[in-house]
């Protein structure tokens, strides 16, 4: 079938299971094509395709709602709904979203990109629908990985209580990212493998009680699904004893079971909990065989040897500088220990697991838990290293301010994929963290210029024994490789002056000290003097320094890849107003106050204007103003 022409999944209804197996046949073709070229979550996508299908078939989107939980497994929902010609830009700048995107379709009820937010999204509309005195069916898709998400278990047990009718699709790949882990993840596995339990007769009625009028008629549907019935046992009964009906485990790649429980499950009242079983990556042995996570979320690929396509023995990820030198400070230090929720793929720390299991925890997604866990760590004498994505950890605000900063306790964060991370888009730039840091007393935060400074951070923070502090570093690989030689702790609170300069100061942070410089070196041959200066410390700030550049009335340019909104030019300003610096000339730059979507780091920088071009503007332009002030003045 040409998916380009699919501009509605209407025409699956009448669709019989062999036409269903031939389209599933072309969409896998489609995404191990497509998706070889322009890279995305290809594991995931591929374990979906049978569900996808037999949901659309089964309900009637719009007016019936999906919420495909963290969303990455969207794409054959997208192909669906007409957007199959579209996936040329996956997660491409202005091209088709990697998540569900409301603007991009009616089919996109509710947009996911952080994990574990479907069920509470599905309750509030069961709520609306009710209140409404609607009728459609609400159905919410969440994996086993986001299922051990805080989130998922508040909803599961709001949702239990309230006993409103919803169909949610638990779709159990033995997976998160990486190996699921928790209590959760072992309760499915015993499900998945269940030996075959007698069924008591009275399950049967229990059941069948709960489909009104047509109970007694559903006896031969009831026949026919009682072979999953069977499984239904002690563990199987915590989402019973949770108010869900629950059914399965199915083979999720039955296009014949799927229907006959997505009928069955349409007919039930109250909450249905249908555990589906798929394997990611399912028709594709390279994802198909992946058992660490590798096939999760992927670059571009050779499609016959599942070679990705990347430069090779290129410099190592900004990950793998920061989690190497956590391994040699747990080296030196038994306190040292690692807590991730559910990222020890993505932030480099198989390594560390490998060599020091009894410290390193793998928590799930669960960023509150981990956040408050390593509180408790640090409040009994430990060194807790919480590796944490920037855009995971707005999860855990109120975590930082209650349990870590306001007791003061010793964790060091290291957070990784800081500033725009690009193809993941809106729901993932870690722009916001330097916002809601700064402000929390006790909280030391600092980014490096480069590798090397990093590992002389991750020194400083192992170092660090006064109370909590923070090292940001960005998404993808670092400059090059650290030299060999062993770092110095950074004393806290010191900035770096990297040029010599009088008409201008930059106060650069991070990934902008780059572009600062460069616009310094073009501007020195228009006589134009700046001086760059590496502000490491967003907090505390070198007050020393900045003291310095005020009193010898040196205007000033903070340029930082965070939004200006509580940023880092916003502690600048709020010294000088404190030390009423009044008369001094300051600009900011920043990523403004709005989303931004997706597309690569590089077009996204350019579209907000984060370059060394436009640092240069600003810079002339400050030069300008105060050559106007001077002849005013004189
Ligand atoms: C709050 C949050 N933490 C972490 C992630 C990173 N993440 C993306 S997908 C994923 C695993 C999801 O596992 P599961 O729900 O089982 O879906 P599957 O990939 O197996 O289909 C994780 C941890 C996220 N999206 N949101
Ligand atoms: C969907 C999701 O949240 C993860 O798959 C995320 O995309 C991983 O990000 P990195 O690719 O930066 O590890
Ligand atoms: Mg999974």
Redesign the pocket.
């Known amino acids: 079938m040409d998916l380009g022409k699919i501009q509605h999944p209407g025409f699956l209804k009448d669709m019989q299971h062999g036409d269903l197996e031939k389209l599933a046949a072309d969409i896998r073709h489609f995404l191990i094509t497509n998706i070889a070229k322009t890279g995305g ?1 290809i ?2 996508n591929l ?2 395709v049978e569900l996808t299908l037999m949901l659309h078939k089964t309900f009637s989107s719009p007016e019936d709602k999906f919420l495909w ?2 969303g ?2 969207a794409y054959v929902h997208k192909i669906l709904t007409g957007r199959a010609n579209q996936f040329g830009t996956l997660r491409q700048y202005k091209g088709l979203c990697g998540f569900p995107k409301r603007s991009e379709s009616e089919h996109d009820v509710w947009e996911t ?4 937010t479907s069920l509470s999204g599905a309750m509030g509309m069961a709520a609306a629908r009710d209140i409404k005195n609607a009728n459609y069916h609400i159905v919410p898709i ?6 051990t ?1 805080g989130m998922a278990l508040e909803a599961l047990n709001h949702i239990g209580h309230e006993k409103r009718k919803m169909i949610v699709v638990l ?1 159990d ?1 033995e ?3 990486a190996p ?1 882990v928790g209590a959760m993840h072992n309760m499915l596995g015993r499900l998945r493998t269940a030996g075959k339990y007698k069924w008591a007769k009275e399950e049967l009625e229990y059941l069948l009680k709960k489909i009104p009028v047509m109970g007694g008629k559903l006896a031969s549907t009831a026949e026919r699904v009682k072979d999953s019935l069977k499984y239904l046992m002690v563990s199987g009964m915590f989402f019973e004893e949770m108010g869900f009906t629950y059914l399965g485990p199915l083979d999720g790649h039955s296009f014949e079971e799927l229907e006959d429980h997505l009928q069955y499950a349409k007919k039930i009242d109250g909450p249905v909990l249908l555990h589906v079983v798929t394997k ?1 990556g399912k028709g594709y042995t390279p994802a198909e065989s992946d058992s660490i996570g590798t096939w ?1 979320g992927t670059g571009p690929y050779k499609i016959d040897s599942g070679e990705f396509v990347k430069p090779v023995n290129g410099p190592p990820a900004w990950s793998k500088v920061v989690s190497d030198e956590i391994i040699k400070g747990a080296e030196k230090d038994k306190r040292v220990a690692v807590i991730t ?3 020890p793929v993505g932030s480099k720390l198989e390594t560390f697991a490998d060599l020091y299991p009894e410290r390193f925890f793998d928590v799930g ?1 669960a ?1 509150q838990h981990a956040t408050t866990m390593a509180a408790g760590m640090a409040a009994d004498g430990m060194k807790p290293v919480l590796s944490i ?1 920037s855009t ?1 950890l707005q ?1 855990a605000y109120d975590q930082l301010v209650h349990d870590v900063a306001r007791q003061n306790l010793n964790v060091f964060l290291t957070i990784d994929r800081c500033g725009l991370v690009g193809a993941d888009g809106e729901t993932h730039q870690g722009v916001f963290d330097v916002s809601f840091l700064r402000h929390l007393p006790n909280m030391v935060v600092m980014m490096p210029k480069d590798e090397n400074e990093g590992q002389a951070m991750v020194k400083t923070g192992l170092a660090y024994e006064d109370g909590p502090i923070a090292m940001r570093f960005p998404r993808g690989n670092a400059a090059a490789a650290p030299t060999e030689d062993e770092k110095d702790i950074i004393p806290i609170g010191s900035w770096e002056e990297l040029t010599e300069g009088n008409d201008v100061a930059v106060l650069a942070v991070g990934t902008m000290i780059q572009p600062a410089l460069e616009a310094a070196a073009t501007l020195r041959a228009e006589n134009i003097s700046v001086k760059v200066i590496n502000a490491r410390f967003i907090k505390p700030l070198d007050e020393a320094m900045l003291h310095k550049l005020c009193q010898q009335g040196t205007p000033l340019l903070t340029v930082e890849e965070t939004v200006l909104q509580g940023g880092f030019g916003s502690a600048v300003l709020e010294f000088m107003e404190e030390h009423e610096h009044r008369d001094i000339a300051i600009k900011r730059m920043g990523v403004p106050d709005r989303f931004i979507e997706h597309g690569s780091p590089k077009e996204l920088l350019k579209e907000i204007g984060l370059t060394s071009t436009n640092i240069a503007a600003q810079i002339r332009d400050l030069c300008k103003s105060e050559h106007q002030n001077h002849q005013q003045r004189a």
Do not use: C, T, W
Request: avoid cysteine.
């Open positions: 979550h594991g995931p374990g979906v939980d963290v990455h497994q990109g952080h994990s574990s969440i994996g086993d990985g986001a299922l998400g779709n790949n997976m998160s990212i699921n990611k999760h929720p559910a990222m997604i960023e994505y995971f999860r």
